[in-house]
């Protein structure tokens, strides 16, 4: 078995109360280091190797009320604390739930960060179902906006479209249904994972191995099986 690099470490951030949920989920990857961000410091999780609390001037640890703005002001507040704990990384994956204020607001923060520190980056979000409102959509909307233009490649887990693309997803319990919409995230990212993997080995670094990903490749390889092309987009 080809040996990985030592040097080579993914990042994978989670923001918001989805994107720790999600991170704590998740299990032990080699070389994967996993950091939680939050504006609301009462749900951190507890398997992150790093818990990042922002917004101590914006928020006071109480989240953001759903108010993107804060998410983002809370974010900038704690730049350097962000870049600290991201900036020897080879690569990023972030991963929040768009809707809300601090997923929405905050990930395209990290996100700039890391492309400044210029860290190949991955977004992977999960938009909203129309009937949360138009409000939720129309911040979800915003935040897929804002991190088209900071990351290398967004990919964008439609939860109208995976209800839409079967009548079965519709009988399924609310919590049954998430861990479904999870099932999917965590199969995405590790195809992913195991890809950049592979071609850091082939490649010896880091930079050479991003440069031979294409968008097209990176839908592909999400998509392995087939079945989640029909509400996945990737930008």
């Known amino acids: 078995m080809e040996k990985q690099n030592k040097n080579f470490k993914i990042k994978i951030v989670g923001i918001g109360d989805y994107g720790i949920r999600f991170i704590e ?3 032990k990857m080699p070389n994967v280091e996993y950091i939680n961000i939050n504006t609301d410091w009462a749900f951190m999780g507890n398997s992150a190797n790093q818990q990042l609390r922002i917004g101590k001037r914006i928020t006071r640890g109480l989240g ?21 704990s991201i900036k020897d990384g080879s690569f990023i994956i972030v991963v929040a739930g768009l809707g809300g204020g601090t997923g929405s607001g905050a990930s395209p923060v990290v996100s700039k960060i890391a492309k400044e520190l210029h860290i190949p980056t991955i977004a992977f979000v999960t938009s909203p179902f129309d009937l949360e409102g138009k409000i939720r959509c ?3 909307n915003d935040g897929i906006a804002q991190l088209k233009n900071v990351v290398d490649v967004l ?3 439609s ?20 861990l479904e919409v999870d099932e999917i ?6 195809n992913v994972i195991k890809y950049i993997n592979s071609q850091v080995i082939k490649e010896k670094s880091m930079k050479n191995a991003f440069k031979l990903i294409k968008r097209d490749e990176i839908y592909n390889i999400i998509c392995e099986d087939g079945s989640f092309k029909n509400f996945i987009e990737i930008f």
């Open 185 to 190: 995230l965590r199969l995405s990212i590790t």
């Open 138 to 140: 129309k911040t979800a």
């Open 64 to 84: 953001t009320g759903a108010h993107a703005k804060f998410g983002m002001q809370a974010a900038e507040e704690d730049n350097e604390l962000i870049s600290n």
């Open 155 to 157: 990919s964008v887990i």
């Open 159 to 178: 939860i109208e479209k995976i209800l839409e693309s079967s009548s079965e997803y519709k009988k399924i319990p609310i919590p049954k249904f998430y």
């Open 25 to 27: 989920s998740l299990g």
